[in-house]
Every structure is written in C-alpha cells, then in structure tokens.
C-alpha cells in the first residue's frame, strides 16, 4: 500500500461525514471519489480514524457488512430505514450517489 497522507485521510473523513441518513456508500466508491487507488486504502482509514463518524454507512460492494461487526452495523442501519434482506443491504435502493463536484 502507498503512503496515506493526512489529505487522503481527510478527504475520506469527509466523504463519510456526508453520507446521508438512510443511505450507505461503498469502500469502493470512497475511493474513487477520493482519489484513492484501492478501496482497501478506506477501510484502513475506517479502522484508524473513523470513530467520530457514521462508520455504519459504509460497506462493502456485495452489501454485506464487516463479519465482527454486522449485527450492531446493521441494527443502525435499519434504524436509518436503510433496507436490508438476508443480512444484506440493498445497495440498489440506498447507495449514495456521490456528487464529483463536491
């Protein structure tokens, strides 16, 4: 992995503090907004400096969300209305369309 530097981490910080209620956003897709080269790079900022966050609303591309924490992940999630089936969140009916322009 490439260094992270302090802008990248911020830039991540600050996409996730603007994923509306109700809605979650992919590693991947963080990362592409961010300009990041690997959704990987996300989720080592997620597990690092994400505490102050709403860390819930952003899983994985497949709608599952992370093993260790998908019980408590979820539950907030449905408690935003986000819908979930089978343990999944249904990406298609609440992914955050991220505006390129900011």
Do not use: F, K, N
Not at 34 to 40: Q, V
Not at 56 to 67: K, M, Q
């Amino acid at each position: 992995m490439s260094a992270i530097s302090e802008e990248d981490v911020e830039r991540v910080r600050a996409l996730v503090a603007a994923i509306p209620c109700g809605q979650v956003s992919t590693y991947g897709d963080l990362a592409a907004a961010a300009g990041l080269s690997s959704p990987r790079i996300v989720g080592w900022i997620m597990r690092t400096d994400a505490a102050d966050l709403p860390w819930h609303r952003v899983i994985s591309a497949s709608g599952t969300p992370a093993p260790h924490l998908a019980a408590r992940q979820l539950a907030r999630l449905q408690e935003e209305g986000v819908p979930v089936r089978d343990g999944r969140v249904a990406l298609r009916e609440c992914r955050w369309e991220i505006d390129p322009d900011g």
